[in-house]
């Protein structure tokens, strides 16, 4: 190169350099997010899908950010079967360091094995049955949301408390509705309840009109529900078909914008369902995700969930920008996880990589919305539920 092409290239690089030379492309890490994106429960699913995308994009956006994070999205459709072959699909692609995962518990709970066996660390964001995290040893496997334990406790009580006393029960025969069925009828009769008849049904039954019928007849107090929002809406309207005035009570299952669709503002009306963690409503950090999902302009809003899945998506790249994307050394951080600060409160994760969850919260339907119990006008005694 004749000397003086050497030094224009030298005077060219010298002045990029005082210029500030572009930056330089940051390594791709890729994290898995799964959940049920079509089917009855699609909303949840898609509220989830968007919250975690919302946490990729604010790291990105991020210019201290180490890396540039890229969402894996799979639909799992809640189906054991297909949630296991997605995961499969995830965990055996080395470029995905991480997953968010699940909100059917059904499908959670096939799927822990394939995660083990595959060494991808996972945050479950949404699926309460308790086996998930504690019917194995399985390090790779944390969940950021509560179980359907802290739930059952704080939904027999809260009732009870209220002056109920008899009521029926209609769970789904998967894990989840039996899970249900099984730890609120526990706490039910602990608190002074009773229970005057349960009736198991199967996922995509359509016609509740026999058991309805029956429950008619014991005049229950209560009816409680622990299924997902499809069933609850099929159930919700033909109880009022039956002219049942029950109060109709359910799980963190029918806690979504599409319950309060499906069946209307009016019938919607005072229905109450539980939600483990914190009311992110009234925590700072939770007012800024539900800005910044709105500055985001998602078709979707975020759903009960989509907190739970955004905090889970932020533990795990809180966790790469750390050690690396490396599985095991990603693992390593979230299985160590203390008191970390999160949209949904603190979590720490147990001696099972359970999240420790300080309370349960409570809503209700008031004027077509779910509202925080204490927040809303039946809990400031302006309204009352069915039967009180």
């Known amino acids: 190169m004749p000397s003086a092409v050497k030094t224009s290239a030298l005077t060219a690089a010298i002045g990029l350099t005082l210029l500030g030379a572009p930056a330089m492309a940051k390594d791709v890490v890729k994290i898995a997010f799964i959940g049920p994106l079509t089917g009855g429960v699609s909303s949840i699913g898609l509220g989830g899908r968007n919250s975690a995308e919302l946490a990729v994009r604010l790291r990105n956006a991020d210019p201290k950010s180490k890396y540039t994070y890229e969402l894996v999205i799979q639909d799992d459709e809640c189906k054991p079967n297909v949630g296991v072959q997605v995961a499969t699909k995830v965990a055996a692609d080395n470029a995905i360091i991480a997953g968010v995962t699940h909100y059917c518990s059904a499908v959670a709970m096939g799927t ?11 945050v479950v964001w949404g ?6 995290t504690y ?5 790779d496997v944390h969940r950021i949301n509560g179980t359907m334990v802290n ?5 027999a009580k809260f009732m009870t408390g209220l002056g109920y006393k008899k009521f029926a029960i209609i769970h789904d025969t998967t894990d989840y509705g039996k899970g249900h069925n099984k730890y609120f009828s526990e706490y039910l009769k602990k608190d002074g309840g009773s229970v005057v008849a349960t ?8 016609d509740f009109s026999s058991e309805l019928t029956k429950i008619r007849e014991l005049k229950p107090d209560v009816i409680f ?16 078909k039956l002219g049942i005035t029950a109060e109709f009570e359910g799980t963190s299952g029918i806690k979504s914008d599409a319950y309060i669709q499906g069946i209307g503002k009016e019938l919607a009306e005072g229905s109450v369902a539980f939600l483990e963690g914190a009311p992110w409503e009234k925590l700072p950090g939770g ?4 800005a910044k999902y709105q500055q985001q302009k998602f078709g979707e809003p975020p759903e009960a969930y989509g907190p739970f899945a955004y905090a889970a998506a932020e533990l795990i790249i809180d966790a790469v920008e750390k050690v690396g994307p ?8 979230l299985n160590a996880t203390q008191n970390a600060d999160t949209i949904i409160g603190k979590v720490t994760f147990d001696d099972h990589r359970q999240n420790i969850v300080p309370l349960v919260t409570k809503y209700v339907v008031d004027d077509g919305k779910w509202v925080i119990w204490e927040d809303s006008s039946y809990g400031k005694g302006k309204r009352k539920l069915s039967g009180l």
Request: proline content about 5%; hydrophobic content about 40%.
């Open 112 to 122: 822990v094995g394939v995660y083990n066996r595959f060494g991808l660390p996972v």
């Open 127 to 132: 699926a309460v049955l308790p086996d998930i």
């Open 135 to 139: 019917a194995n040893n399985y390090k």
């Open 151 to 155: 739930q059952s406790e704080v939904a």
């Open 199 to 206: 009736f198991g049904v199967t996922a995509d039954q359509q």
């Open 225 to 240: 529900f622990g299924g997902l929002t499809p069933q609850g809406v099929r159930i919700r309207t033909q109880m009022e």
């Open 287 to 290: 007012l800024t995700f539900a």
């Open 326 to 333: 490396n599985r095991k050394k990603v693992r390593e951080v």
